[in-house]
């Protein structure tokens, strides 16, 4: 734990995924640096995506080539740097002579003129010419390529309505995605950084070349002032109100608040690719195979006016994406069939678009240094282009501090990633031979999870006795006190929907039962530390 009268190199407000990977690039090129989350890492937009590394295929119609591009070259050094939390998955894109542009798009005005007759429509050369440029723009090594599928008789046929004969396949990613912010935070903290969840910024001023940046526990309500030589505001959907409220810029960018919500179904299919669905409306849905017993479908994209307003899934929503999947689906998905919603907000930069749908989804990166001390404003930005996004803001940090080191992040693999992309099956046989009280699920779900730190959580247990208290699906003392040790799990909500998805499998009994444990486990290790 840093001391409070240091001077540190940065300040980064927000825990999501740009602020802890801002700071883990930062603190491994020697910077000191303290990250305040006011709530849990990952609690708002970062763990509510569509759980996706990929390069955004629509974004081709707008002409966002450079940012389609750097999300394509980063699944690939993605995939190498956390193959436990992140995996190759195919795309089926179902064609049919219907599928519409959504709006106004670039490329639909441009074909409007060329060729008036289409009206609107998608041609299929289209299509398979966008799948083109998306298998070859990011130098594709690990990924298959497109091909073109029939459906009839097959198992990625089965499920659909036998109007469908022809779809395209092709290839992008499954990403963890709060694991993902964890595990940035965690290396971050191993290279010298101090991490401070449940830990609100209310002020910030600057004092000459320095920021006085006031931090709150919400925990035992401590207050304290930590100086900076230069804030980062990675606030997520909070951005805006940083600029405003707590920092006091005249700054003129703004933030657009889109909301996106999800549904998970009951398992809808029998295989482990992914649908691509096109709407009458030209928009996009994806049906994917989730946590091996479900289906995830989303997302939508509705402004979204203040960030403090808790995003939820909307019967309104929850209808739009049943109605938008039932149009392909054999077998109508019903209210029944949904067992959990979520939703999160998109904190996009405010470039004046018409629709909540094309708002770009590339990231903004503002320096503002009149009056003194930096500050530095992130807007927008992709999941999977968030090791890029870091780099570009030590770019921008740099022309302010001194960074010793050069870019690093590419090659390093994050906690428990130190193994092949193809191995995943193998440490998974590796884990049961070697502790072969655990069943076949627990050891998949550890393996994907931790990958090679799944060891350190189960040293020297011989048992299932060993392990402790068993919550439920799995779930047992041993690991949730490693979470609360290693990674910042405070209550049951942190373990169960956020570093993992256990809340689809544990009832509300079991959730309660775990929330008391932790609250007299976290008392036991205050203690702990008191004497230490």
């Known amino acids: 734990m840093f001391d409070s009268g240091d001077i540190q190199d940065l300040v980064i407000v927000g825990g999501g995924i740009n602020g802890c990977g801002i700071a883990r690039d930062a603190a491994g090129r020697g910077l000191t640096v303290t990250l305040a989350e006011m709530n849990d890492l990952a609690s708002a937009t970062s763990s509510a995506s569509t759980k996706l590394f990929h390069?955004?295929?629509?974004?081709?119609e707008y002409f966002e080539v450079r940012l389609v591009r750097e999300a394509l070259i980063e699944r690939e050094t993605l995939l190498r740097a956390m193959p436990h939390i992140s995996w190759p998955m195919r795309f089926v894109l179902p064609y049919h002579k219907d599928m519409r542009f959504e709006g106004e798009t670039p490329t639909s005005r441009i074909l409007n003129v060329v060729m008036p007759w289409t009206?609107?429509?998608r041609p299929a050369w289209i299509i398979r010419l966008g799948l083109f440029l998306y298998d070859n723009l990011g130098g594709r090594k690990i990924l298959?390529?497109?091909?073109?599928?029939?459906l009839r008789g097959t198992p990625e046929g089965a499920p659909l309505e036998d109007r469908f004969e022809t779809a395209y396949e092709y290839s992008d990613c499954w990403i963890e995605d709060s694991r993902l912010v964890v595990l940035n935070a965690r290396d971050a903290e191993a290279r010298g950084a101090t991490i401070l969840t449940r830990t609100k910024v209310t002020a910030a001023r600057r004092d000459g070349d320095l920021w006085v940046v006031t931090l709150a526990d919400r925990d035992n309500g401590e207050v304290r002032d930590v100086r900076a030589r230069m804030l980062v505001n990675a606030g997520g959907p909070w951005v805006g109100d940083i600029i405003r409220s707590k920092v006091r810029s005249n700054s003129r960018e703004g933030v657009r608040l889109v909301r996106g919500s999800h549904i998970v179904t009951r398992r809808l299919f029998d295989h482990d690719k992914c649908y691509f669905f096109q709407g009458t409306d030209g928009r996009i849905m994806?049906?994917?195979?989730?946590?091996?017993?479900?289906t995830l479908i989303g997302t939508t994209d509705q402004e979204h006016a203040d960030p403090d307003a808790k995003p939820v899934c909307t019967p309104e929503e929850r209808r739009y994406m049943l109605d938008f999947v039932n149009a392909y689906l054999k077998r109508d998905v019903t209210e029944a069939d949904v067992v959990w919603s979520y939703s999160g907000v998109r904190p996009l930069y405010d470039d004046g678009a018409q629709s909540a749908s094309a708002a770009t989804r590339d990231y903004t990166l503002r320096v503002d240094a009149e009056g003194g001390a930096p500050l530095l404003n992130v807007f927008?930005?992709?999941?999977?282009?968030?090791r890029r996004l870091a780099e570009s803001a030590l770019e921008r940090i740099g022309a302010h501090l001194e960074v010793r080191n050069g870019s690093w992040t590419a090659g390093a693999p994050l906690p428990g990633g130190d193994f092949d992309v193809t191995a995943v099956d193998d440490l998974t046989r590796r884990l049961k031979a070697e502790h072969p009280f655990?069943?076949?699920?627990?050891?998949?779900?550890?393996?994907?999870a931790y990958g090679t730190e799944a060891w350190e959580i189960l040293d020297g247990a011989h048992e299932a006795a060993d392990l402790g208290e068993d919550f439920g699906a799995t779930l047992t003392a041993?690991?949730?006190e490693w979470l609360m040790l290693r990674e910042w799990a405070h209550n049951a909500e942190d373990v169960v929907w956020r570093r993992s998805k256990l809340g689809l499998r544990l009832d509300a009994a079991q959730i309660a039962r775990l929330d008391?444990?932790?609250?007299?486990?976290?008392a036991r290790i205050v203690r702990r530390a008191a004497a230490e």
């Open 119 to 121: 009206k609107g429509r």
């Open 55 to 60: 390069g955004g295929l629509r974004y081709l």
């Open 144 to 150: 298959p390529g497109t091909e073109t599928i029939r």
């Open 286 to 294: 994806f049906a994917i195979p989730y946590e091996e017993d479900f």
């Open 380 to 386: 927008g930005g992709k999941i999977t282009t968030y």
């Open 438 to 448: 655990l069943g076949d699920y627990a050891c998949r779900r550890m393996i994907r």
């Open 478 to 480: 041993r690991e949730v």
């Open 516 to 522: 008391e444990w932790m609250d007299e486990a976290r």
